[in-house]
């Protein structure tokens, strides 16, 4: 018996390792997940108080012998009084403490509400089976930038996402960030974020979606806003032309093979809208939501078999040869 | 102990629920090419036409994932740009029962990889071969050549017709029940 405790004790103890890193709502690195997070803690703590409070009230008549009274059946108006007593103000406890938790959660999403009130930036984040389209809105239209699966955003300022999808229900949740918000086909979610300091955070869908929800991750990454600036700017290039033969070879593979039908790549004919824009897909960490990490090995995978590293994704299996694929491969690993 | 049997039984038979449905996402070279040529006219010299069958189609034919599929690629490839959603524009009707170059599914393969004279493009290379059968089984299923347990059963915006599994069959197209 006691050994199974320590193990369930351990077990629980390892678990608790998953509670930091760049990804955990108790781990927060912005307002919205600090203020959730207080409260997780804060209803946590008093539910334990009150859960051991219960248990106490529970187990002490239980191991308690039963008064031998001399008359049992006699009536003790007294004690039945002392009795409601305890009822009445337990029942007022309980209805205080709901009443008290619900105030909290309220001012709480008061405060995530206000948090982006001021925001410059607005981004417009896209769910498609399995990723996620970004698009970074600007008054000036050549300033629109359309890119996936990773979002950066200058720290320490509020940013404004409009989630919305195109097929079905996903759920934007980066828990060092924020709190989950669905994307809804037809629909506009508004959900404010800031991260207090640069880093890299990472989301999660947290919506079941089809057969590669769990392969359906996003990065958020917070820079000094020179640097967010100095990279949008960078985006809103055209792909530089080839850098090699072999490079060359593959823009041409690229725009005369079914990826075109697909994919963007700005400054050639590809304009595809239902797949990530690869005009600069080698400067991305990851590859496919966060399936792959980003690598000339891991792009070869990728294309040479997607069904394989994704099954069920939306991306087809291209027939290419060995060197219709490595062409390929350069070309793409080319466009930083 | 009986109980303890009957539960474990019970446990083992649900767990033929966990078997997945299986799908075909990957290229089934094995089936064939679909590169045999395919008859635009019914004449032939010698009378005798060349075989339009092609061991790909039973496969992709009446499959309820591939017709999904199908649908989805319909929009994403922009066939829709030239017909609508099945009820015509700049090209044809495909919803429904005349065929200018056949209804057969290995027709319709070769309509769409090799197109056809009044501007219909080939999509040769531009679209893998699966994805194209993909493509003539839902064209298929828009004029209820589809079995009702397989056609796509939902559409996401405005169409011309119900859903493709409340279309009616071809062969009762037009007249009435
Ligand atoms: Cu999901």
Redesign the pocket.
């Known amino acids: 018996m006691k050994r199974l405790a320590w193990t369930g004790f351990g077990t629980a103890c390892v678990f608790l390792q998953g509670c930091s890193g760049w990804q955990s709502a108790l781990d927060p690195k912005g307002p919205a997940a600090s203020e959730l997070a207080w409260l997780i803690w804060f209803f946590t703590a008093l539910c334990a108080v009150i859960w051991v409070l219960v248990m106490i009230a529970l187990a002490t008549p239980l191991l308690m012998r039963p008064l031998a009274r001399s008359e049992p059946l006699a009536l003790d108006s007294g004690a039945d009084r002392r009795k409601l007593r305890v009822v009445v103000i337990a029942v007022g406890l309980t209805a205080a403490i709901v009443v008290g938790l619900t105030l909290l959660s309220f001012f709480a999403n008061r405060t995530l509400a206000a948090i982006g009130s001021d925001a410059a930036l607005t981004i417009r984040v896209t769910?498609h089976q399995?990723w996620w389209e970004v698009r970074y809105e600007d008054a000036t239209p050549s300033r629109i930038l359309t890119t996936a699966n990773e979002i950066h955003i200058p720290a320490g300022e509020p940013v404004r996402l409009l989630l919305t999808s195109t097929d079905v229900i996903?759920?934007f949740w980066v828990p060092s960030l924020s709190g989950k918000l669905d994307l809804i086909p037809g629909h506009i979610n508004v959900l404010d974020i800031k991260a207090d300091k640069p880093g890299v955070y990472r989301g999660q869908?947290?919506?079941?979606?089809?057969a590669q929800?769990a392969n359906?991750g996003t990065f958020i990454i917070a820079e000094p806003r020179a640097k967010f600036d100095a990279w949008w700017n960078d985006q809103l290039q055209p792909a530089g032309p080839p850098a090699s033969d072999e490079a060359k070879a593959g823009e041409d593979l690229f725009l005369s093979r079914p990826c075109v039908m697909c994919h963007r790549i700005g400054g050639t004919p590809a304009g595809g809208t239902v797949a990530p824009d690869l005009t600069h897909i080698a400067s991305r960490r990851t590859l496919a939501a966060g399936t792959l990490t980003m690598s000339r090995g891991n792009l070869a995978a990728w294309i040479a078999d997607p069904q394989g590293v994704k099954p069920g994704s939306h991306m087809p299996v291209v027939e290419l040869n060995g060197d219709e694929l490595n062409a390929i491969v350069a070309y793409l690993e080319g466009l930083k | 102990m009986r109980h303890g049997a009957a539960m474990f039984l019970f446990t083992l038979l649900t767990l033929a629920a966990c078997q997945r449905e299986e799908r075909d996402t990957r290229p089934q070279s094995s089936l064939g090419s679909g590169e045999q040529p395919m008859p635009v006219t019914t004449l032939e010299p010698g009378g005798q036409r060349p075989s339009a069958s092609d061991n790909k189609a039973a496969s992709f034919e009446a499959n309820a994932f591939h017709l999904s599929e199908g649908k989805r690629l319909f929009s994403w490839f922009n066939c829709s740009g030239c017909h609508a959603n099945g009820g015509g524009g700049m090209g044809p009707a495909l919803m429904d029962q005349k065929w200018l170059y056949g209804s057969s599914i290995e027709n319709i393969h070769a309509t769409i990889r090799d197109g056809r004279p009044k501007g219909m493009p080939s999509f040769r290379d531009k679209i893998p071969d699966d994805q194209i059968w993909e493509l003539a089984a839902f064209v298929r299923s828009l004029s209820g050549n589809a079995p009702s347990s397989a056609a796509p059963q939902r559409n996401d915006d405005m169409m011309p017709h119900p859903s493709e599994n409340r279309m009616p069959d071809a062969a009762t197209l037009g007249k009435s029940p």
Request: hydrophobic share 35%.
């Open positions: 769910g399995w996903h759920s869908c947290a919506e079941f979606c089809g929800h359906m």
